[in-house]
């Protein structure tokens, strides 16, 4: 009995550079000053938000992920001290927790903050 290999469905983790009036193509992340207005960005909608946090100057063993500030489907994915943004599939959230797009519901919100004293 053969075994077919198994596909891993995810993220493409590939940064497009996109010339002035080139079309990334769909699915493809687009550094996050190119996603801010650059003609090359209208395949996704740029994050209303920032990376919430400061990406490591040099890439580590692991990747580094940062949250968007406002848009809880948009996170950046940290390379050579860039942010580079990714959408997580429709219908996902990015938690921040896990470092990965989950289901809205499971991911942790941010503890109210009460009164001071």
Known sequence: MSHEPVRRRGLRR????????AVPALGAA????????????RAAPAPAG?????????????PVFLPDSEDKAVYYECSGGMPVVQWC??????????????FPEDVPQPAERGPAG
Request: proline letters at 13%; charged letters at 10%; glycine letters at 12%.
């Open 14 to 21: 590939t940064m497009a550079v996109a010339a002035a009036g």
């Open 30 to 41: 687009v550094p996050a000053q190119a996603a801010a207005g650059d003609a090359g960005s």
């Open 50 to 62: 920032e990376p919430v946090g400061v990406c490591p100057q040099v890439d580590g063993p692991y």
């Open 89 to 102: 599939p429709e219908g996902l959230h990015f938690n921040p927790a896990l470092s990965t797009c989950t």
